[in-house]
């Protein structure tokens, strides 16, 4: 018997429809979605043949089913007024009145993965073994042409999912923009390549590195915290 359970997120709304399925195998997808593997193992996605979503990565579903121990599945709503509905929300300006707009949704807890960093991270000099990680995620929101904010410290592991519109993530040598040396593009339903940061003596080390709208954008943010 399946141990299947679907619920939704706290941010889930009419702007953006988000549950997570834990443990779950051949749920339906019947209508066009975000579909992002959170765990550390494979899923799967397909009809009559199956194929594998690879962890801490993601695609569009249109139809068919997905199995997979940790899921988050967004449905992004096809509205264009998308500003003024994320603050209908109560989606808080994450710099105030100062800087960038950025409208960040509640945050949720997902679930529990375990991770071996040395695997996740793509260190073969690091110790290799299972730790638990919470898994925590909340929708964002900026305007088109919108710099999100150049920064480097994180004490977590994440990465990025496209929801809506077109993004990147973009690393830096230097807190400038003119120090930009990877730009990596982001179209619905795709995530940003594996975490970019290191691990240094148990220090979660990342480039300097920030998001940038191309167009009026909606991504998921995946955050692994150490328990």
């Not at 996740?120 to 088109?144: D, I, K, M, T, Y």
């Not at 619905?188 to 691990?199: A, E, H, I, K, L």
């Amino acid at each position: 018997m399946s141990t299947m359970t679907t619920d939704h997120l706290s941010f889930s709304s009419s702007l953006a429809s988000a549950v997570v399925l834990r443990d779950a195998v051949e749920a339906p997808i019947t209508q066009r979605s975000v579909v992002v593997n959170c765990a550390t193992t494979d899923a799967f996605t397909g009809t009559a043949q199956l194929a594998p979503l690879p962890p801490l990565s993601s695609t569009i579903v249109t139809a068919g089913t997905v199995t997979g121990e940790l899921i988050v599945v967004v449905v992004p709503s096809e509205s264009a007024d998308l500003e003024d509905r994320a603050r209908e929300l109560g989606w808080r300006n994450f710099y105030g009145s100062e800087g960038p707009l950025l409208l960040k949704s509640p945050q949720d807890r997902v679930g529990t993965v375990s991770i071996d960093r040395r695997a996740v991270l793509h260190q073969p000099a690091l110790p290799s073994g299972p730790e638990a990680f919470a898994v925590r995620a909340n929708l964002w929101f900026s305007p088109a042409g919108t710099d999100c904010g150049i920064h480097n410290i994180h004490p977590f592991i994440e990465v990025h999912t496209q929801i809506s519109g077109y993004g990147r993530m973009q690393k830096f040598d230097t807190k400038d923009h003119e120090s930009l040396y990877e730009d990596q593009q982001l179209s619905p339903g795709t995530t940003n390549p594996v975490p970019f940061c290191t691990d240094r003596d148990g220090e979660l080390i990342y480039p300097w590195h920030q998001y940038r709208a191309d167009t009026d954008c909606i991504w998921l943010a995946l955050e692994y915290h150490k328990v």
